[in-house]
DNA sequence: TTGTAGGCGTTATCAA
DNA sequence: TTGATAACGCCTACAA
């Protein structure tokens, strides 16, 4: 016999009682009476009833579900946030929806997720969309509740939640110089926007500035955050005449990939090299040497751009004063950084 | 000015037609005229409307959306699963929500989501949870789109994507014992269930028995799939009188932890000891030495298990007959295996 | 404290 | 081919 799934109804008959009163201890437990309560969750109990979401979220016009869209979620860094973000997610009683590699028109794919009562807010972790039009949907007089939390410098009208890209490759830098580099090589991550450098770029050539080091344009190896173009860049290393001592990479995967192909050619880190990464990812310290690295706070990342995202979605943050929150990065210094060889 | 998001009944005024017709062209244009469908098209367009899904959701009694249960999202393993998954979902129209690392009443929990029309089907990578009961859930007259996706031998019942865990560690032993090894250690996996072997090290079993070669219980270390306890296993190596020449590790994590400090402690890979992972993920070429490791399918298992639940979900599956597919590994050899060294 | 009743936005049935 | 209408299951004024 196949039953069809309890309503509010079904439970009301059960316990005796109007479905407002149903509905009632529910949402608002303690606007009933004690013994009718009682009764009404015993229904519940009795007929295994469970609240229909759909019904809900048409009638409350809210769906209890956020949207977070990444450029590739098989990327550790993005599942960490991800993971995160459920958890301080359920923790409010929301739902977490996730959307990867948006096909070929991203606004219009989100606009339908995001107009149509699927989720109530968005969590972008891909820097590589266009806010401003997103932007422009809120402004539209639909409220569209948005948090961006990536690497590059955001939209200042929208919300945000980032780490201190900039000032953490500076500091990196600074580590090279302080233990006696000059000749820093940099691998560099890609840039979302094709009109800005990317932010640990930035930071590595400030740093240099700083120190009234030059930069030579055939020490920025340019690479994707994955591993093989670490190795890439190790191989238009090795083809340099003049080789740097020290080499900062965008992030942990490329900093290994890159030792990895160094010490295939025979140079030997941190005595012919020192490396340092970014990120602080699982392997970095299990590698050989170990790795020199930022550590990025990510499960905060992901904790915090969710809360300030239910803020807004609840109506606790005012809209137009978009909130940014930087988060500090660590310095982990391990074994891969050392003062430069002697010369000559 | 505030407006509210456009209805279908605003479409319909703009294109002066009734709300059903707006449905039609939305849902089966083919059943309209072409004038009319054009007129209303113009008019979707002019409004800006997008589909309510909760109404849409309570009216179809269907979310198109899938849950998605992992134990833990911020592991690659599950992560890239994951990500096909979404991909292969979108294709169909069907959204994926995702939840990570379940509270203490997990099965509550999934009720929650799979009987309130928030999701249509569940996709389990999560062994550790008790189908049984999910099953009966199923049973009690509701439908339960579900497909199990993990290394444990699931549940008959329900259907199931699987790699060939056991045949796969049997073959990545049987290397180790083509190249001249006999004494073969094992860092274990977690078992999922308590009164069940990790099926990985069962094919370690079965292969050291079909060779008729001894396993010792100092041999085995258990692990947990993170790094450092590869490491830890590693520890209790080096505490070992009669050292084996070989260590199969029941993933790559364990596999890198492990050959890191082995290393610390002077023992050098393959010269002095071969090692073995599982799963071939983006670092093990990328060590040195690159590991050799049995690649695992994940996209594959990512994208199978979600068509198969949505043709369960579609009813293109009769219930009631249990597909079982069982993806094949394949053994990557890299440069972490060697003959063992000659004795004395 | 509890009940009545209307409507959230869709889609499907039935008629025209 | 199109339109009127009735649910889908819930919440919340408003009344009692």
Chains 1, 2 share one sequence.
Not at 49 to 59: C, D, F, M, P
Not at 92 to 121: C, E, F, H, K
Not at 185 to 198: K, L, T, W
Request: charge should be neutral.
């Amino acid at each position: 016999m196949a039953r069809r799934t309890p309503t509010i109804q079904d439970v009301a008959r059960e316990a005796e009682v109007s479905s407002a009163t149903v509905s009632r201890v529910l949402t608002a437990p303690e606007r009933v009476a004690e013994a009718t309560r009682e009764r009404v969750l015993a229904a519940v109990r009795a007929t295994g009833y469970t609240v229909n979401q759909a019904a809900r979220s048409l009638r409350l016009r809210s769906a209890r579900t956020i949207l977070l869209a990444a450029p590739n979620i098989a990327n550790p860094f993005y599942s960490i946030i991800l993971d995160a973000a459920i958890f301080a997610a359920a923790e409010r009683g929301y739902s977490v929806m996730v959307t990867s590699r948006i096909g070929t028109d991203p606004n219009r794919w989100l606009q339908d997720y995001l107009l149509s009562t699927r989720a109530d807010g968005l969590l972008l972790l891909d820097g590589s969309l266009d806010t401003s039009r997103l932007h422009n949907l809120g402004a539209g007089g639909i409220e569209l509740p948005l948090v961006a939390a990536y690497d590059e410098w955001p939209d200042p009208a929208i919300a945000s939640v980032l780490t201190d890209n900039r000032e953490a490759a500076m500091r990196a830098v600074r580590h090279l110089i302080a233990i006696g580099h000059t000749e820093i090589a940099h691998v560099v991550g890609p840039s979302q926007h094709r009109d800005q450098e990317n932010e640990r770029l930035v930071g590595y050539r400030a740093a240099m500035a700083e120190a009234r080091l030059p930069v030579r344009e055939e020490w920025l190896f340019q690479g994707n955050y994955e591993v093989a173009s670490g190795s890439a860049a190790a191989e238009h290393f090795l083809t340099l005449a003049d080789r740097p001592t020290a080499i900062f990479a965008a992030n942990d995967e490329m900093a290994l990939g890159l030792m990895y192909r160094l010490r295939r050619a025979g140079i030997s880190c941190p005595t012919d090299i020192s490396v340092v990464g970014f990120d602080d990812t699982a392997m970095a310290a299990y590698y050989d040497p170990p790795l020199t690295t930022m550590r990025q706070p990510r499960e905060e990342i992901g904790r915090a751009a969710i809360t300030e995202l239910i803020d807004q979605i609840e109506g606790t943050r005012p809209p137009g004063k978009p909130v940014h929150i930087v988060l500090r990065s660590e310095l982990v210094v391990r074994e891969s950084t050392a003062p430069p060889p002697k010369r000559r």
